[in-house]
């Protein structure tokens, strides 16, 4: 079983749409919790991270975590063409290496 | 701005060739990592270096060594490249220091290889 599960995608939807893309993760340790972008043909960056349980709000962006549940999720408000992207969910233990899901593929519709 | 480079955005070998694939970063960073992109498997950690000549296997190593020799250059060596290394390869790097963020991983375009 992997450690960072994510759906799998594709997703798409109208513009304007709020997107809700979600991870489980099952390593206990994890403390950080980030959200990367990833445009077509580029590497990764990152979009917004989060420590241990709670809310972060970012623009149109809310990263939550419910370590209870080991659930990670990112919403995105009045979703825009340009977020048209693989979206990836990571933990870290705060030890350097992190652990990514396999990515959500989103396109947003004009 | 940090910057992560890798020396080639494509290429193409033949099995059985050795493949080096370079990476640099600029930000003074401690931690360097090898990953592989495959549709439908997500990012694999192949090697990871937490200082100069320091290695650790991740969870993908068969087929790969690397090499760090100075703080800012990483490199991963395919030592004889076959098709099902045909892949996207990508570089990243993060802090090492208490109390930064060594939590966020700074990542190169990436290297499309091909193996014929």
């Known amino acids: 079983q992997k450690e960072v599960e994510q759906d799998p995608g594709p997703l798409s939807v109208p513009e304007g749409a709020i997107v809700s893309l979600n991870c489980t993760y099952s390593?206990?340790?994890?403390?950080?919790f980030m959200w990367y972008r990833q445009y077509s043909r580029k590497g990764p960056e990152l979009l917004m991270y989060t420590y241990s349980s709670g809310n972060k709000e970012d623009g149109r962006f809310t990263a939550q975590v419910d370590k209870s549940s080991k659930y990670i999720s990112l919403f995105i408000r009045d979703s825009q063409p340009s977020d048209s992207a693989t979206y990836l969910c990571a933990g870290n233990t705060n030890a350097g290496k992190s652990t990514f899901g396999d990515g959500t593929t989103l396109t947003v519709k004009p | 701005d940090v910057k992560v480079t890798q020396s080639s955005r494509y290429l193409v070998k033949r099995t059985g060739e050795k493949v080096f694939l370079e990476c640099v970063q600029d930000?003074?960073?401690?931690?360097m990592f090898w990953y592989r992109q495959d549709p439908g498997l997500g990012l694999r950690l192949i090697y990871f270096s937490y200082d100069v000549k320091m290695k650790e296997k991740g969870d993908i190593p068969e087929g790969y060594s690397v090499s760090r020799e100075k703080k800012e250059r990483f490199s991963l060596i395919l030592e004889s490249a076959s098709t099902n290394q045909t892949s996207m390869y990508l570089c990243a790097s993060s802090s090492n220091i208490l109390g930064s963020s060594s939590y966020e991983q700074y990542f190169g375009p990436g290297t499309r290889l091909t193996v014929t």
């Open positions: 930000m003074d960073h401690e931690n």
């Open positions: 390593n206990s340790a994890f403390q950080y």
